[in-house]
């Protein structure tokens, strides 16, 4: 099995948040639109990347699959797990409660609390639903963002 | 602190329907013109700060943003242009020369837009370039007189030359008066298509090193970084005596530019000016020039071609002919509307000749006097498209040098504040943040990519007159018409009119 994950170049990230602005668009209500995403969903979820920033430094930091996630571990509901298929930390939005420890047990800081009427746990989950390449990747005008194949 | 009576040039326009207050606009702008608003909850812009460069047009991501000239209007008038009572407002507030960085943007003639190129029909075939091969190879560099055969060879060795598989180079720009993203864009591009980038008078930085089989490089009046290293890490070196940007001017790098990597390229003490004198004070005269001809020469073993860079001024015909009589390789002739990171305003506007002209008279010049052959001819500044380049080729040039064209393939729009060291664009900076905004890999495809559609264009404009190598075209004036130009200029280009 292998699996995937987003990494950067910070050489080359150059802080715009364009890959925030269309991470939340491609898990709207409207992934392709995103002045609908913007403007029209009234649920409009949080970005699952984080653009951390010093100086002339950034980087765009989401979810680093690892291979044995903390946050799985923390789970009180079981919600959080790897797939099997895909290798990729899943979270399960129905049985989330929204405790947040998975929040607080992530080293990176990869989770943040979704928003919303049932505000779940949000992680980067590749666009494994929506799109072949995650929007992050597919929109960073300075193609600071990659996915990387990893064999487990 | 009195009024200023300067009015806005531009108006931001956002349009409140499409704005989603990403602020990408925001982080974008290093002029200070967008920003987020507590009070208003909401992007605001200062107008009087932008520069129109639209960094933040390319990069909103729902289109929310235009920017125009600003509605108002001075009162119309032909002699007091709009720029001229802004320029006065500017000076009287400062009491400074007007910088400006750019080429020159007044609307003089530009004589390649009345040259046409000519095409077969009927009497000799056209060619087809997607089916027969076109040669658009060059070698720049002194041509022997007579070629001398014996044992089945040469006699003696030819002088060395510089192979390009495209007429193009890239024209000298500093790492300093750009970012170093920029000279690792054009140099991998100038690898990747077998022509030639020019490292400007700043030295050669250690991460270019790997690209310096295909640089020329420069020695120009500061002569910063110059090292016996740096001369033999090479394919050619360069004698920069002028730039069509600013003909008689040196150079200005401010000490803010002047960062650990750059004082460490360049040799000189951390956040010092860097200024390169107006004259070469070693240069007072032909036989100076030859001297420094010869002295690179000989620190390079005689292995290495080696040029001189100069603006077209009114006599440039005769200071041609005396450079290559003092041993020039090639000469480069920079037209008047060659660009600058900095130049005083009233220079680029008003100094100097276009290149059409500049080239046609030296071209004509070496030609009459019979050492046409001694040297390689390379113009540049004003070349926009693939027409200019053969219209070059066709008037006389080995080969042209590109720069504006270059940095716009890299996402220059032209705003002309290359000398404030804040490029949007991350090209003409040195600072940390900014030089990030050009990834050298997708700068070297977009470089690469531009000397690639222009080498088809050059084949298919080739093939449509009949002429299967560019070295038929070469000089050939004959394969130009001109039209709406006087007598006088036609004699100069040495062009027949249209119809004739």
């Known amino acids: 099995m292998s699996s995937k994950r987003v990494v950067w170049n910070e050489e080359a990230c150059i802080g715009c948040r364009l890959c925030q602005v269309h991470c939340v668009t491609a898990h709207s209500r409207f992934p392709g639109d995103v002045l609908k995403a913007f403007k029209l969903d009234p649920q409009r979820p949080v970005p699952r990347l984080v653009v951390e920033e010093t100086g002339p430094l950034s980087f765009a930091l989401s979810c680093r699959q690892c291979e044995e996630p903390e946050c799985v571990k923390s789970c009180l509901t079981g919600a959080l797990g790897i797939d099997r298929q895909t290798g990729t930390v899943k979270v399960e939005e129905a049985r989330c409660i929204g405790c947040w420890t998975c929040v607080v047990a992530c080293p990176y800081g990869a989770i943040r609390a979704g928003a919303g009427d049932h505000p779940v746990a949000s992680k980067c989950d590749l666009c494994g639903e929506t799109r072949s390449v995650p929007a992050c990747v597919e929109f960073c005008p300075n193609e600071a963002l990659r996915v990387e194949e990893r064999g487990v | ?500």
């Open chain 2, 1 to 500: 602190m009195a009024l200023s009576m300067r009015v806005p040039s531009y108006q931001v326009h956002r349009n409140p329907q499409r704005c989603i207050d990403c602020q990408v606009c925001v982080r974008q702008c290093t002029y200070g013109v967008h920003a987020w608003d507590e009070d208003f909850q909401a992007v605001v812009a200062d107008d009087a700060k932008c520069v129109n460069c639209h960094r933040c047009v390319v990069f909103c991501p729902t289109g929310a943003l235009a920017v125009t000239p600003a509605p108002h209007t001075f009162v119309p008038n032909a002699n007091w242009r709009s720029d001229d009572l802004r320029e006065v407002y500017l000076q009287a507030e400062t009491g400074g020369t007007l910088l400006v960085g750019m080429g020159n943007d007044r609307p003089y003639k530009i004589f390649w837009d009345h040259l046409l190129l000519n095409a077969s029909q009927v009497t000799n075939p056209s060619i087809d370039p997607l089916r027969e091969p076109v040669e658009v190879k060059t070698l720049l560099g002194r041509k022997p007189d007579a070629l001398h055969l014996s044992g089945g060879g040469l006699q003696e060795p030819l002088p060395p030359e510089l192979e390009l598989e495209v007429p193009i180079m890239f024209s000298a720009m500093s790492f300093g008066s750009v970012s170093l993203n920029t000279q690792k864009s054009l140099a991998r591009a100038a690898v990747e298509e077998g022509t030639y980038w020019n490292c400007g008078e700043g030295g050669l930085h250690p991460d270019v090193l790997p690209y310096a089989h295909r640089a020329i490089v420069q020695v120009a009046s500061g002569r910063f970084g110059v090292s016996v290293d740096y001369l033999n890490a090479g394919a050619a070196v360069e004698i920069k005596i002028g730039q069509g940007a600013k003909p008689g001017i040196g150079g200005h790098l401010p000490g803010e530019k002047v960062g650990d990597e750059v004082s460490r390229t360049r040799m000189i003490p951390l956040g010092s000016d860097a200024i390169s004198p107006a004259p070469h004070h070693d240069i007072y005269s032909i036989e100076d020039l030859r001297q420094l001809i010869n002295s690179l020469k000989e620190a390079t073993q005689h292995r290495k071609p080696v040029g001189v860079k100069i603006a077209a001024v009114h006599n440039v015909a005769a200071i041609a002919s005396g450079s290559v009589r003092a041993g020039a390789d090639f000469l480069v002739i920079d037209g008047f509307r060659g660009g600058t990171g900095a130049a005083p305003l009233r220079i680029r506007d008003n100094v100097g000749i276009p290149i059409e002209l500049a080239l046609a008279a030296v071209d004509s010049r070496l030609r009459e006097e019979g050492i046409r052959n001694h040297a390689s001819l390379v113009v540049s500044g004003g070349i926009r498209n693939s027409a200019d380049v053969i219209k070059a080729i066709a008037l006389g040039a080995d080969a042209v040098n590109i720069a504006t064209a270059a940095l716009i393939a890299l996402g220059c729009h032209m705003c002309q504040m290359c000398y404030r060291g804040r490029c949007t664009w991350g090209i003409a900076t040195t600072d940390a943040a900014l030089t990030k905004r050009v990834n050298p890999d997708i700068g070297a495809r977009r470089a690469a990519n531009l000397l690639r559609a222009w080498k088809h264009e050059i084949k298919e404009m080739l093939g449509g007159m009949g002429i299967n190598a560019i070295e038929s075209l070469r000089g050939n004036r004959l394969a130009l018409r001109g039209i709406g130009l006087s007598e006088r200029e036609l004699r100069i280009l040495g062009v027949s009119a249209a119809g004739e």
